[in-house]
Every structure is written in structure tokens, then in C-alpha cells.
């Protein structure tokens, strides 16, 4: 039996990091004046994030990408799309070079390139980047995953498990490249404030291919769930001046109330039930969404450690975070099997088995 196997997975993040207070003094320098910035910290105090990596943040000798600006817009769609193209570039390099490094597969034996983002586009795209930059086969297949949001690691998954199982030959590597930062709002609306607070930048790539799932994590399935009456609660559309955000208050609540069942009547087609999983890996839509999704479940708190971690130490990057839990999960030695649950835009989830 043919089984798709995680071979690697390797993560990358721009050259600038922020602590907390170097985030709130950026935070605050595009803040409108009238906004008290005790509102900035307190959302901070709360978000759970330490530090973040940030490709917006000033480098020395080069002018702020974000600076004050009394007509409270900021920076130009077309100006944060050519901030992403360079980060997302740098970023997606690196992540697949440590995932075909990691993996000990040849990078002309890469038969299919899966690529997400949500925090940008251009055509030619990453995809053609990376076959170019890393020496992939010019007939290297291409599948872009666009506009997915926080989820989309696992549609990028789930289109490599499917490669993998209709054509045991294929390897297929999935690069998820995100820079959340390029769209940081100026204004006072709350929800874009939470959004500033919450999001940051990163890239991962996964190899996967057939294997030995005694030897690797096997992508055993996914599932998707699209909740009713919840389109209005998340949204992420163009503007002007940059990708503009809305979310709403109810997320959480809502995540609670549906999930636990979803995610049951999933399990029960592999013949698990919720206690025979070993490792999660939650994406961290914040902090009260990891504690929605475990209070859904009836699971124990420490089911969220690595979500925890990984949001403390990165922040909220997108597609691209449930690869680095995922990553904490693989290196940590966490025995399998494992569950990926991530939520975005519609309101939708998206769910990985992995045994």
C-alpha cells in the first residue's frame, strides 16, 4: 500500500525580529493620534506572542516601511505587494532548501510544487521562483493555492497526499510563504488592531512522498468543514492600501460550539476517537482560539503546548504556522497520530490526520 509520508519539513523567517516592545513602539508609530495606546498594549498583554519576525520592520540605513501618515492609509497595495515578493521569496528559498536538505532527496527528483500564500501574488510566482532558484526539473508540475488564508497548509497537503497516492512516484514539496506584516492597517477599528496585534511573518516546505509510516508521519486524510451562517465573521479582501482584515468577535464562540462534533464524527472514519490522539497541532488563530478548540474537545490544556509555543515565540503567520507546529511535533518526538485543525475565511476549518 502506497502511503504519503512527511519526509521534512523546514522553516524560515525574515532577518528582523521584534520583542514585544519593539512591536508596540511600531505599532504606536502608525497608530492615529487619537487611538489611547493603552488599548495597543493591553491587546498585546493578551495576544500571547513574545516576539514575532518582521519584514516590514526597519533595516538599518533603509527608510521605515510604515511610517506616520495623517491621512491614516499607509503604504499603497502595489508598494506592500513588492515588500511580500521580496520576503516571500527570501523566505520560501530557505524553508524548501532545509526541507530538501532534511529529506536527503535530490531536488530535480521533485516532481510536483504545491505553493500557498495568502499576503500576496504575481505572476510568475513563487512557483517559478523556486523551480528557477533551487534547480527544480523545468517540467516540475505547479499548483498555487491562493487566498486560502490561515488553512491552507492543509488544502497544500492535501493536494500532495493525493499526488502521492494516484502516482507512488511522485515527490511533491509544499512551500506555504506568508508576510502578514506588509498589511498592517492604520485606523482604529478594532478588529484591524487585533489583526495587527496578532499576525506576523514566516515560510515552511514539507517533502512529501511515499514512505514507510513507521518511519514517517503518513498524511492519512483531511477534512473540511464550511459553518453555517458564519460568512460575515472573517473576511480578507484587497483595498487600496493593502490586505484588509475583518474579524469577528464571535470566532471563538463559534469554533467552540462546532468543532468538538466535526472533529468526532472525522475520527470516527479512521476508527480513532478524540483520546487515541497523541499530538495536536492548533492553529493559533490567538490564544482563544486554542482554548475554544480544546474546551470543544474536552482535552486536557496541555493539548495546546505546542500551538502555545510556537504563537509565543513567531506569532500568527498564516498558512505557514500549523508547518511550524507540525515541525515542534516531528522534533519533539510526539507519538503519533496527530491532528491539525486550522480555521479561516468563510468561516471554514480544515482538519489533518496524521499517523
Not at 507540525?326 to 507519538?335: G, H
Not at 496527530?338 to 468561516?347: D, H, K, Q, R, Y
Request: hydrophobic share 45%; charged share 20%.
Amino acid at each position: 500500500m502506497t502511503h504519503a509520508c512527511i519526509h521534512s519539513i523546514g522553516c524560515a523567517n525574515p532577518s528582523q525580529r521584534l520583542n514585544r516592545d519593539q512591536w508596540l513602539e511600531m505599532a504606536s508609530s502608525v497608530a492615529p493620534s487619537s487611538l489611547d495606546r493603552a488599548v495597543i498594549l493591553r491587546l498585546a498583554e493578551r495576544s500571547g506572542i513574545d516576539g514575532r519576525w518582521c519584514a516590514s520592520a526597519q533595516e538599518v540605513g533603509k527608510p521605515a516601511f510604515f511610517q506616520a501618515d495623517p491621512d491614516g492609509r499607509g503604504p499603497t497595495t502595489a508598494q506592500r505587494i513588492e515588500l511580500w515578493a521580496s520576503a516571500a521569496k527570501e523566505m520560501s528559498t530557505q524553508s524548501c532548501i532545509k526541507a530538501i536538505d532534511g529529506a536527503k532527496i535530490s531536488a530535480r527528483a521533485i516532481t510536483h510544487l504545491v505553493t500557498a500564500s495568502c499576503t500576496g501574488f504575481e505572476a510568475p510566482g513563487l512557483d517559478a521562483w523556486l523551480i528557477e532558484n533551487l534547480s527544480l526539473s523545468p517540467d516540475c508540475r505547479r499548483t498555487n493555492v491562493g487566498f486560502m488564508g490561515c488553512h491552507a497548509a492543509i488544502n497544500a497537503l492535501a493536494i500532495a497526499r493525493d499526488t502521492v497516492l494516484a502516482n507512488p512516484d511522485a515527490v511533491v514539496l509544499v512551500c506555504c510563504a506568508e508576510v502578514s506584516s506588509a498589511h498592517l492597517h492604520y485606523g482604529v477599528r478594532l478588529d484591524q488592531l487585533i489583526a495587527n496585534t496578532l499576525f506576523s511573518d514566516g515560510a515552511a516546505a514539507v517533502m512529501v512522498a511515499r514512505g514507510d509510516p513507521k518511519q514517517f508521519p503518513s498524511i492519512a486524510r483531511t477534512h473540511s468543514i464550511m459553518m453555517p451562517d458564519t460568512a460575515n465573521e472573517m473576511a480578507w479582501i484587497i483595498g487600496n492600501n493593502g490586505f484588509e482584515m475583518t474579524l469577528g468577535a464571535r470566532v471563538p464562540e463559534i469554533i467552540e460550539g462546532l468543532v468538538g462534533e466535526w472533529v468526532r464524527g472525522a475520527l470516527a472514519k479512521h476508527s480513532f476517537n478524540v483520546q487515541d490522539i497523541r499530538g495536536w497541532a492548533i492553529h493559533p488563530g490567538g490564544p482563544r482560539v486554542i482554548d475554544a478548540v480544546i474546551a470543544s474537545l474536552a482535552i486536557a490544556n496541555e493539548s495546546g503546548d505546542a500551538s502555545r509555543r510556537v504563537l509565543q515565540d513567531f506569532g500568527n503567520m498564516s498558512s505557514a504556522t500549523l508547518l511550524f507546529i507540525l515541525r515542534e511535533l516531528l522534533e519533539s518526538n510526539v507519538a503519533r497520530p496527530w491532528v491539525g485543525l486550522a480555521f479561516g475565511p468563510g468561516l471554514a476549518g480544515e482538519m489533518l490526520v496524521v499517523e
